[in-house]
């Protein structure tokens, strides 16, 4: 089994930053692609942005030039650097893995339990 742990979420004022971190914990032989997705009350939950093992990121268009992600493999980590906080990015943030147990098998995906973001003064 696979754990992903996250930190970092809370109360921001508007045009604040804050940077959230995942760990991937368990049985782990390699991790593909890493991200995070959010989900605000009332709506579907969306990818905010993920990042290969390659190290290709790819991001939701609302958070370009804002939010950054990137990982740490000797640490089975992702983080999402997030600047200039937006009230509409208020949201529960989930971090998400795509892990290989054992070579050979096919990958299963992760998710971790979630992180509360809330942007307000």
């Known amino acids: 089994q696979v754990q992903l742990v996250e930190s970092g979420g809370g109360l921001v004022q508007p045009g604040g930053s804050l940077r959230l971190s995942c760990a991937a914990s368990?049985?782990?032989?390699?991790?593909?692609?890493m991200g995070w997705y959010r989900q605000a009350p009332g709506k579907e939950r969306e990818l905010v942005a993920d990042?290969?093992?390659?190290?290709?990121?790819n991001y939701a268009d609302s958070v370009k030039g804002r939010f950054t992600i990137s990982r740490d493999d000797a640490r089975n980590s992702v983080y999402l650097q997030m600047n200039s906080l937006k009230p509409e990015d208020t949201a529960v943030y989930y971090c998400?893995?795509?892990?290989?147990?054992?070579?050979?098998?096919?990958?299963?995906?992760?998710w971790g339990q979630g992180t509360q973001v809330t942007v307000s003064s």
């Open positions: 990042i290969t093992s390659g190290g290709s990121t």
């Open positions: 368990g049985s782990i032989f390699s991790i593909n692609t």
């Open positions: 998400s893995a795509n892990v290989r147990y054992f070579p050979g098998v096919e990958e299963d995906d992760y």
